[in-house]
């Protein structure tokens, strides 16, 4: 039971550049969540999805895209990478929209140079 | 914005002592959550406690909520060395749909 998979788990990129973080769930959860981690402060929300094929902004959007064709993957997607989104990136997913946890993948660590 | 703020920002400890570490928050909420995380690793969810109860065990593990004082302590005891960890509270707002918000984290460390 894999739970909650991100891939991939490290990536080293230069600035301009563009890649896809891949998240996949095998819970059968309507939602799921990405999320920037940054030192010293607490996760952030990039943007979410409530269902296949909906996506809504979080928090600090700007710069992402992400898609949600399948129930149980949800990708995120940078353009243009910046020095700024060099970050650990959370994918989490969860049965409902309130008063379920959420369960989380381990993490890709991205470096944009 | 970080609506949940825990308080202190780092601890450190030795095993069989207990732990105790405060989130205060502003916002009206659903409930609030406590998670774990491991370093290198991701989030893992510890207690949910709802914005009607009061308090709540798990184990180890007592979450009291007191929504007068938009406030939450999580206390672990008899701490072991596994529990050396980064812990977060996480809110529900009334207004967020589900979006939770996290505070910036207790780092605990404890040493045998």
């Known amino acids: 039971n894999a739970g909650v998979t991100q891939t991939p788990k490290f990536r080293v990129l230069k600035t301009g550049q563009s890649m896809t973080l891949l998240c996949a769930q095998d819970?059968?959860?309507?939602?799921m969540y990405w999320y920037r981690q940054d030192p010293g402060m607490g996760l952030r929300l990039i943007h979410y999805?409530?269902?296949?094929?909906?996506?809504a902004k979080g928090e600090v959007p700007d710069g992402y895209n992400v898609s949600r064709l399948k129930k149980q993957n949800f990708l995120l997607g940078l353009e243009s990478a910046a020095p700024s989104q060099t970050s650990v990136y959370f994918c989490?997913?969860?049965?409902?929209?309130?008063?379920?946890?959420?369960?989380f993948g381990d993490g890709t660590r991205l470096s944009i140079l | 914005s970080q609506q949940g703020e825990e308080d202190p920002q780092a601890l450190s400890i030795q095993e069989g002592e207990n732990a105790t570490m405060n989130c205060s928050y502003k916002?009206?909420?659903?409930?609030l959550q406590w998670y774990r995380q491991n370093s290198g690793r991701g989030l893992v969810h510890l207690i949910l406690?709802?914005?009607?109860?009061r308090e709540k065990h798990s184990g180890r593990l007592r979450v009291t909520l007191d929504t007068s004082k938009k406030s939450s302590s999580l206390l672990i005891t008899a701490s072991r060395a596994a529990d050396t960890a980064s812990y977060f509270c996480a809110t529900d707002a009334t207004d967020s749909w589900g979006k939770l918000q996290f505070g910036a984290g207790t780092q605990v460390v404890v040493t045998p």
């Open positions: 989490a997913s969860s049965l409902s929209y309130s008063n379920q946890p959420q369960h």
């Open positions: 999805s409530v269902g296949e094929g909906t996506t």
């Open positions: 406690i709802r914005s009607n109860e």
């Open positions: 916002t009206s909420i659903n409930n």
């Open positions: 819970m059968n959860h309507e939602y």
